[in-house]
């Protein structure tokens, strides 16, 4: 039966009681692919619906499993069986085929429950989970999860206003009760003070000087009545301020001027806005947004978790009465809270990371993807999606507009919208609204200076004089470097040996405690060999520790080599032996280190922000988080101390990314009146990406960088799909890796499908977190032929470990390529 006559017979009584029986086709909260059909117990019959969260009893054991409706239907739908029709038969011997499971011996099993406190996911984010699904090779339960806050599902109880109302007849039944003269005064006066409608308990109690007891007594003479009411507005909200609205630079007014049409009359499309750092791509997103909202719509503005700042949500809080905020660092009660504005339409605006895409909103206008080149965009865990991917797809399904911004977009959205095939529109803000002009930029070549200077210095005598002026003139400065610790790695200079994880493929990065200063005095000459790798070495106590930072396995800080007994050296740098330099050269400077040792959690990071932007610091020192999202006027310089770091990292994206970074933390410099500077440190001054990134010339890194990728047929070229097996045993993940392999090639070549692959071979990291690792990289020109592939392998059960019983993962359109 359709769901338009489930939904019919859910809506009338008479029918229900000649339904003989009700199916729901359910997705359990688990790596299944499978949905499975229980049978609604008449009891539950008025409560279920498409979307309902429900707990069924799942396997032999009958464990009750939480999970998602995807359909009803009051006649039993047949068997699921395996999906085959890409696999060739007579390889059926690689792997045995997946059954799935029966729902019982004997019939199908009931629902156990439904949660009527939790809001039914709505038909359009289970389409968009279902295609989730499909495409990014994740079992819908899984996908559905994901979607859904845990605060959500967990239904988290919600803040909540006592509200009083004067009952209907209140007048009468109080004339007609007897009461004694106390509490007729305190009658008249609460109805006086309900006379303009319900208030809140707390207020009218305050108010009317009077106490809950006594108002109690009047609820139970029924001539009030007493609601629980949700707490509206948010109580992060930072109340609207009617703000002015600025005045719009020429290239801002002709970029609303193109988008008013789409506005107007909203249908799918998708922009792409191309504007310098501080060039006022937020005011023309919250104009885009006002239009929507005057028509009664919503929006959804997507900024990357690293940039989702107060400065951020405030600039849309001023704007628009009623906005929810989605985020990681929200409490549970707060996540719940704001889920459920959106749900119930009490937001215009919803502002968040990217699982905010996955918000409830009922008839959407608008998307925003700010700075969509962000990789934090993309999720590592499953469903690996990437947020601006799925966004643009909302939209479609939507029939609404998608803006998607950035001063360097990603090369497959510039490709997208500049190439032959053009399928994005392309505004561009080429200026900045007060007329300022880009900060001048100054190179650095630090082979040079390590030829000028003795010594190990990570600030060149250029940064050091430019920071001494900056600092005479009250301005304020921020340095990145993208790597935290004091140093890289700790290194034998007489064997080389090298400090390595035991669990990865990757150096111990020094980190300085609290306890000591700086990292000195390496070995011990009462028993170097004991001290140089044991935990209990008084040395290492006092001045500080290794760690890696993959496995974040922790251990104190090596005396001496372990093969040789010499002293070791400590390699490289990082933002803790920076801030020592900083602090040595500079004694009175006011500074604070932005990583992710020192920001302990979303209130040091707003906290930290918050004295910056009162005058409280004078320099703020980080990695990448401090590069995005933050609009300081008095910030007249950047340094960037060394740019070379992304550059050396085994990816083909590794040059886009240097460039993205360098232009976005040069932005933050000169956002006032004044030009500002940018010092960039560099052992490669030539290298293209970072020459191009001193000009803020994005479209020369383009023609520069885009014959590269078609050459390879890297994306924007094609489409890229990565499978990783990782297992404890080497052997073991080898030979599932080699047994897929050749499943794919069988696949490929009697389907003659147009797709290449690298593999399988060890990644770059070939060991991580105790487990050893092979990757198959799959190529196409489109996305078709891939999924078609990844479809047939994951019916044959490839992605369930049906081969050697070694997990498998895979991701579509991957963004790290360790």
């Known amino acids: 039966m359709p769901l338009s006559r489930v939904a019919h017979i859910l809506e009338d009584d008479s029918a229900l009681e000649t339904a003989r029986s009700l199916f729901a086709t359910v997705a359990v909260d688990q790596p299944l692919d499978t ?39 009051t006649q039993a739908p047949p068997p699921l069986k395996p999906r085959t029709e890409d696999l060739p038969e007579d390889d059926a011997g690689l792997f045995d085929k997946p059954q799935p499971e029966t729902a019982s011996a004997g019939g199908y099993k009931p629902i156990h429950s439904v949660s009527r406190e939790v809001l039914p996911v709505p038909q359009d984010l289970l389409d968009l989970a279902q295609w989730l699904s499909a495409y990014y090779v994740c079992p819908i339960g899984m996908t559905l999860a994901t979607m859904v806050p845990a605060a959500v599902k967990r239904g988290t109880k919600l803040p909540a206003h006592i509200m009083v109302h004067l009952a209907p007849n209140a007048a009468e039944l109080a004339a007609a009760t007897k009461l004694s003269p106390k509490s007729r005064a305190l009658f008249e006066k ?29 609820v139970a003479k029924g001539l009030l009545k007493l609601e629980r009411q949700l707490a509206f507005p948010l109580p992060d909200e930072v109340p609207a301020n009617n703000i002015p609205a600025l005045d719009l630079s020429e290239d801002q007014k002709n970029a609303l001027s193109q988008l008013n049409p789409l506005l107007d ?67 549970d009660t707060q996540r719940h809270q704001h ?9 215009q605006v919803i502002v968040g990371a990217r699982s905010a895409i996955f918000a409830p909103v009922s008839n959407l206008g608008l998307i925003v993807v700010d700075e969509e080149h962000d990789s934090s965009y993309k999720q590592d865990n499953a469903p690996k999606y990437h947020g601006r991917d799925v966004a643009i797809r909302r939209a479609q399904m939507l029939n609404v507009p998608i803006l998607l911004g950035s001063a360097t977009p990603a090369l497959e959205s510039w490709h997208n919208a500049t190439g032959p095939n053009a399928r994005y529109g392309l505004l561009s803000l080429t200026s900045r609204p007060t007329g300022t002009q880009m900060p001048r930029v100054v190179v650095v070549d630090m082979k040079q200076q390590t030829k000028e200077r003795r010594g190990l210095h990570i600030l060149s005598t250029t940064l050091e004089y430019s920071l001494k002026q900056t600092l005479e003139k009250n301005k304020q400065a921020i340095f990145l470097l993208n790597r935290r610790g004091y140093a890289h790695y700790v290194t034998c200079p007489r064997c080389e040996w090298v400090l390595m994880c035991d669990n990865c493929d990757a150096t111990m990065v020094v980190h300085r405690t609290k306890e000591g200063s700086g990292l000195r005095g390496q070995g011990s000459e009462e028993n170097p060999q004991s001290s140089a790798l044991s935990p209990q070495s008084s040395f290492a106590s006092r001045y500080g520790k290794v760690q890696c930072h993959y496995c974040l396995t922790n251990m104190l800080l090596p005396q001496a080599c372990p093969q040789c007994k010499a002293k070791l050296t400590h390699l490289g740098q990082g933002t803790q032996r920076a801030e020592d330099e900083l602090k040595r050269k500079f004694p009175n400077l006011r500074l604070a280190r932005m990583d992710s040792d020192s920001m302990q959690n979303a209130a040091d990071y707003h906290d930290t922000l918050d004295r910056f932007a009162k005058g409280d610091l004078d320099l703020l020192i980080g990695t990448q988080m401090i590069a995005k999202g933050l609009d300081f006027p008095n910030v007249e310089l950047v340094g960037v101390l060394n740019a070379d770091l992304a550059m050396t990292m085994p990816d083909f994206r590794a040059a886009e990314r240097t460039f993205q970074l360098i232009c976005q933390v040069a932005g933050r410099s000169g956002r006032s009146t004044e030009r500002g500077t940018v010092v960039v440190q560099t052992y490669q001054p030539h290298e293209a990406a970072i020459a191009h990134a001193c000009n803020h010339d994005y479209l020369g890194f383009v023609s520069s960088e885009l014959p590269h ?12 799909a990565r ?14 890796a080699e047994e897929v392999a050749r ?32 990757e198959l990289i799959l190529f196409s020109t489109t996305a078709g032929p891939l999924q078609r592939l990844l479809a047939a392998l994951r019916a044959r059960g490839v992605f369930s470990g049906a081969a050697q019983h070694v997990p498998v993962t895979v991701d579509v359109d991957p963004v790290n390529m360790m």
């Not at 990728?709 to 924007?716: A, H, I, L, S």
């Open 723 to 736: 499978i990783l097996f990782a297992h404890k045993g080497f052997t073991k993940v080898k030979t599932a």
């Open 743 to 774: 499943l794919v090639e069988a696949l490929v070549q009697r389907h003659n499908l147009p797709i290449r692959w690298l593999g399988p071979q060890p990644p770059s990291m070939g060991r991580l977190v105790e487990l050893y690792r092979f």
């Open 35 to 73: 949905p499975y059909t229980y049978v609604v117990p008449s009891s539950l019959v008025p409560d279920i619906r498409v979307g309902s969260r429900v707990h069924v009893p799942l396997g032999r054991t009958n464990r009750l499993t939480p999970g998602t409706v995807l359909a009803l239907t």
């Open 709 to 720: 990728r078609q050459e390879f047929g890297y994306p924007p070229f094609g489409r890229m």
């Open 339 to 347: 889920w459920h504005a959106i749900a119930s339409g009490w937001a």
């Open 190 to 218: 609460l109805r006086d003070c309900l006379a303009s409608g319900p208030r809140k308990e707390a207020d009218l109690l305050e108010s009317c000087a009077t106490t809950r007891p006594a108002l109690k007594r009047m």
């Open 265 to 331: 009359d909203p249908k799918f499309a998708v922009r792409l806005v191309h504007g310098v750092t501080g060039s006022g791509k937020t005011e023309l997103y919250i104009r885009a947004i006002e239009k929507i909202v005057a028509q009664g719509k919503r929006a959804i503005v997507l900024v990357p978790e690293i940039s989702l700042t107060p400065q951020t949500v405030k600039r849309f809080t001023q704007r628009f009465p009623r906005v929810a905020v989605l985020h990681s660092g929200l409490r």
